[in-house]
């Protein structure tokens, strides 16, 4: 980092300032995790022994190490879904590969297959997010399917050996009794991370992250740099792979599929930013304890099982702030903005108190709009090229799935029932992309949409209990209560800088945790005969929720395209900084797009539970990941910006389309798996991003 | 009642003040310390469970000797590993566990079992040997189920199967005992087969898309580990009589069990479609008791009783012959035969019948639904 001190005149205390500055996402993660420490060894019976920190150093081990390459790969400004399934892959292979006949393993032999597995899973995806220039998002998830299904195909049930001497290496003492080798792994992979930040890639890395183009245009070869982010990536995700295999001594093709959103959440604790070009690997290292801690300080606490997901929700949301507050925080500027607005209208000041004069400029001159319209209207295909471009490929895909389905199952095409079916069973996630779709085009991401579908149906099943009169008040109790919801989402996010991963995913633990309490474990009721009837009846050849989704469709189209809110909210997708110069009240947007979506979210949970005629816990589980898919497969941006609900409509489409084909079929779950993701893959191809200039 | 939840819960918040600041210390010197670890709370049989457990320890004659902490580890082996290391370090006596993976813990538990803690699994099994395991036979549980179905189909014919998550020992167990017996039936032809993840809402979705290209005239019966009640609901409103049901082998959920009763029975709080339809069913369960038991013989083996290392329960199965409802629920009752409740005790179709337990005459329907015990 010589280049960026040496211009600097300045004494060694500011040096050291900046030094702090810079780090100071990792350094409140540190000390963040002092506290917790100090808390539980302040709480619990004896003093913190050797063995304790032992304990905890490799239970903490797995996640760090998987979040230390999801870091990397968010500072290059990408994203990795298929973490989780490169440690269940290297799990299993690890566990059915190894003989339990022979006697001592080569811990560097295993070690280096782990490794390389991963590597090799991350050029896979290096190879379409670099060289065919597609979607992180996307590919990753579709690696996570393809490899999913590739684990259950080596093992498909837990089992398999893991030779003992492997966990004697990975969890044993570097130096008995002062130094356990889980802390000593974790530092070989830092050092070896420092050496790189301190080479030429390493530079390059931060510029693709900050920004590609301008990195593009100093010569950086950004797509060199992207392919080895993710083999880097994958290597660390394959250590930690051994790492686990070494921790259980065998394999089970389940284990790390669950680490995925706690690993996000620890590189955002670990003040990394979404996005790329800023944090680093040692203040996630941190943000992996934290989050791992939280089961001591629960156990400690004696905090009920109800309670548990609101506690882990709260203290996600309390880390984030800690490591926020500062001058230049959201917090502090939001707070410092209404000083201002308020010494501005005790002054008078205020815009909204001035004078309604027309203040805008007049340009004087000739203009397009004065004179006669020179220009013709371009064609319908020529004005909306950039939309049919990427909403396009989603429709030619479901046509594909369409016909292979008649030729495979017959009775497709000339079915009215498989036309109803495919939209009946698309129309949940037709309402998620719309909710979803929008918060991804602000450039966020909502993953409260599981738990806020599961209260939502179970508040309405509780109080409708079978009548229909009680939908009357029941409907607007559940809209408003996602309306509130949705609004503390926007208000962390806008008002207190919570990032949106962290933010919603808190809010998912805190509802889960509300469900819990309010159906003590076992929601009642069931649904009215007028919601069932309007999710499974016909109308002839139609379930009456299908005439409801052409209106839904319709009114989605006119919101996103052809309103000021729509227009805002791809002018803060654009761009935040512009989009606030430009006036737009970026706060109230954001909040008015969480709302959206959280209301989405309870129709949703509305419309399942007259399907399913009860609402269950956990019944919105399956449709976090699906909402955020078909969204992107529909062509739209995940960085925000880009896309159009058709699109999105088409993607939602495909891939329930998609699934009816498989379920059709007798094929093994791995096989579907793995067909599932390469469909996607293929699906998204022709959103390529075009070439860099 | 709005003001008996809003006492229950203040209890409860003074109850985990009390805990917090360490006040039981000194009376829980003379009990036992058990911790009960579970998996993801968010499903109806892990709350019934939980329930249980809880009601078990609050007995009348566990109450004085046990002090009882509830753990969530959520899905995440990892997370369980670090829980049940904090437990061993925290003093428990006994560990009563759901493990998330039968393989994963079995480093951490040997670990528990070297420091003299008694750790015992239920539902699902551990593998390492120093562990007690508590839980049916799931072979067994796919074995009975599909023969039931090749018998009524008179080995003959097209059937669906619904199987649960993909990935567990548990659903491979059952999966591969019932299609070991299909095989042996040539006509029986597997024409269809879905992933459940056992969960009635998943069931009915998939069960929609296989339906999509096909239509219930094509199948003879349905093997599912759960949604024979949303299979029969499906079936009743694409307009089959209630004497048309397919039949279907499938789990014991409440609602499936009221629906095995005879048409016109007279039961409280009853409404299609969950209410007595006669449909041919076999119901079976893993039952949510067993976390119950485990914490019983938890205690027997603290207290220096021989426990064996594994109790295989025994698989509750009832069918349309054998099905009976109960009027109250309680332990006594069950023990004279009833194996179903009324809709209006149990509001929730999905929640899970097999209570019944001939070894825990402490736990009855109470205890399931709101964690209270038996006197």
């Known amino acids: ?693 | 009642m709005g003001i008996g939840l809003k006492v229950r819960r203040l209890a409860l918040l003074a109850g985990m003040a009390a805990c917090a600041f360490g006040l039981s210390a000194a009376e829980a010197a003379e009990k036992h310390k058990i911790f009960l670890s579970m998996s993801f709370i968010g499903n109806d049989w892990q709350a019934e469970a939980a329930n249980m457990v809880k009601a078990m320890a609050s007995h009348k004659s566990l109450a004085d000797k046990v002090d009882l902490q509830v753990q969530v580890a959520g899905p995440n082996a990892q997370r369980q590993i670090q829980q049940v290391n904090a437990m061993v370090q925290a003093g428990a006596e006994a560990i009563v566990i759901f493990p998330i993976s039968p393989t994963a813990l079995n480093q951490v538990v040997k670990n528990a079992c070297d420091k003299g803690v008694k750790v015992f699994a239920y539902d699902a099994e551990i593998t390492e040997p120093c562990a007690y395991n508590v839980h049916i036979d799931q072979e067994e549980a796919g074995r009975v189920t599909a023969e039931w179905l090749v018998k009524k189909l008179n080995g003959k014919g097209n059937i669906i199967a619904v199987t649960g998550v993909p990935g567990t020992s548990v659903d491979d167990l059952r999966t591969k005992a019932a299609k070991e017996v299909f095989a042996k039936y040539p006509d029986i032809k597997i024409v269809g087969e879905a992933v459940g993840m056992w969960s009635q809402a998943v069931a009915r979705t998939e069960l929609s898309k296989i339906l999509a290209t096909r239509s219930w005239s094509d199948i003879n019966g349905l093997w599912m580990q759960v949604g024979c009640f949303t299979a029969n609901s499906m079936q009743l409103e694409a307009g089959k009589k209630t004497s048309e049901l397919l039949p279907c082998a499938g789990e014991g959920s409440n609602g499936g069990r009221i629906q095995m009763l005879p048409e016109g029975t007279e039961v409280e709080g009853a409404a299609s479609p969950y209410a007595p339809l006669g449909a041919p069913r076999i119901s079976y369960a893993s039952p949510p008791y067993s976390g119950a038991l485990a914490l019983k013989l938890a205690v027997e083996a603290i207290e220096g009783k021989d426990v064996p290392k594994t109790t295989i329960l025994p698989l509750p199965v009832v069918t349309n012959e054998t099905i009976k409802l109960c009027n109250e629920g309680t332990w006594a009752e069950m023990k004279a035969g009833c194996n179903a409740f009324k809709p209006s005790l149990v509001s929730n179709p999905g929640w899970f019948a097999s209570i019944f337990s001939d070894q825990a005459p402490e736990i009855g329907l109470s205890a399931a639904l709101v964690g209270q015990p038996e006197d």
């Open chain 1, 1 to 693: 980092m010589s280049s960026t001190t040496l211009p600097s005149p300045a004494s060694s205390g500011f040096g050291l300032r900046r030094a702090l500055m810079r780090n100071r996402g990792a350094l409140i993660a540190a000390a963040v995790l002092a506290i917790l420490l100090f808390i539980v060894d302040w709480i619990s019976a004896g003093p913190l022994t050797y063995f304790d920190v032992s304990f905890l150093s490799s239970g903490g081990a797995t996640s760090a190490l998987a979040a230390i390459g999801q870091t990397i790969v968010i500072l290059s400004g990408g994203f990795d879904l298929s973490a989780g399934a490169v440690i269940s892959l290297v799990n299993v292979v690890l566990a059915s590969s190894m003989d339990p006949m022979a006697p001592g393993a080569s811990i560097l032999l295993w070690t280096a297959v782990g490794i390389g597995v991963g590597m090799a899973v991350g050029a896979f995806n290096g190879f379409f997010i670099a060289v065919l220039r597609m979607q992180p998002i996307v590919v990753t998830l579709s690696t996570m399917f393809i490899l999913q299904g590739v684990t259950l195909l080596v093992m498909d049930k837990p089992g398999g050996f893991v030779s003992p001497d492997l966990g004697t290496f990975y969890l044993g003492d570097a130096i008995t009794n002062w130094l356990p080798m889980p802390l000593v792994v974790l530092g070989v992979v830092l050092l070896a991370w420092f050496w790189l930040k301190g080479t030429r890639f390493g530079t390059a890395l931060y510029a693709v992250g900050s920004d590609a183009d301008s990195a593009a245009s100093v010569g950086i070869n950004v797509v060199l740099v992207r392919f080895a982010v993710y083999v880097i990536a994958g290597g660390c995700y394959g250590l930690a792979g051994v790492f686990i295999s070494a921790q259980t001594g065998s394999g089970d093709p389940l284990v790390g599929n669950p680490l995925l959103l706690s690993m996000f959440a620890a590189v955002v604790v670990g003040g990394t930013r979404l996005g790329g070009g800023q944090g680093g690997p040692v203040g996630t290292v941190f943000g992996a304890y934290i989050l791992m801690m939280v089961v001591n300080i629960l156990l400690v606490l004696n905090v009920s099982a109800y309670y548990s997901t609101i506690a882990e929700g709260t203290i996600l949301v309390l880390a984030a702030l800690a490591g926020s507050i500062s001058h230049a925080s959201v917090l502090a500027v939001q707070l410092r903005a209404a000083r201002a607005r308020l010494a501005a209208w005790r002054a008078g000041i205020l815009p909204s108190q001035l004078e309604r004069v027309d203040r805008r400029l007049r340009i004087a001159g000739p203009s397009h709009h004065q004179g006669s319209p020179a220009s013709p209207r371009p064609a319908f295909h020529l004005r909306n090229a950039e939309t049919l471009r990427y909403a396009l490929p989603a429709y030619v895909c479901l046509l594909i799935i369409v016909i292979v389905t008649q030729i495979w199952l017959g009775r497709a095409i000339l079915n009215p029932g498989y036309w109803n079916s495919l939209l009946v069973l698309s129309s949940f996630l037709a309402v998620l992309a719309l909710g979803q779709g929008t918060v991804i085009l602000t450039g966020g991401l909502d993953l409260s949409v599981p738990w806020t579908i599961g209260i939502s149906g179970i508040i309405l099943a509780g109080m409708v209990n079978g009548s229909d009169a009680a939908l009357v008040y029941a409907l607007p109790v559940v809209l408003l209560m996602a309306c509130a919801i949705g609004f503390a989402n926007g208000f962390g996010i806008v008002y207190l800088g919570i990032s949106p991963i962290v933010m919603t995913l808190a809010t998912n633990g805190i509802l889960q945790g509300c469900a819990l309490l309010y159906s003590q474990g076992t929601p009642a009721g069931f649904s009215s005969p007028l919601l069932r009837w309007f999710m499974t009846a016909k109308l002839g050849l139609v379930t009456p929720v299908v005439l409801l989704m052409v209106v839904f469709v319709v009114v989605a189209v006119l919101l996103l395209g052809r309103t000021p809110f729509g227009r805002r909210v791809y002018g803060i997708g654009n761009g935040l900084r512009a989009a606030r110069l430009s006036g737009i009240g970026v706060e109230r947007t954001l909040i008015l797009v969480y709302m959206l979506s959280a209301v989405c979210a309870a129709i949703v949970g509305i419309m399942l539970t007259g399907f399913s005629g009860q609402a269950s816990l956990g019944m919105g589980d399956d449709y976090l990941l699906p909402s955020i898919a078909v969204v992107v497969v529909g062509g739209a941006l995940i960085t925000g910006g880009r896309g159009h609900y058709l699109g999105m409509l088409g993607g939602v489409l495909l891939l329930t389309a998609l699934q009816m084909l498989l379920a059709g079929t007798t094929l093994p779950y791995a096989t579907r798996a793995i067909l599932y993701g390469l469909v996607v893959l293929g699906a998204v191809m022709a959103l390529r991003e075009r070439r860099l200039q």
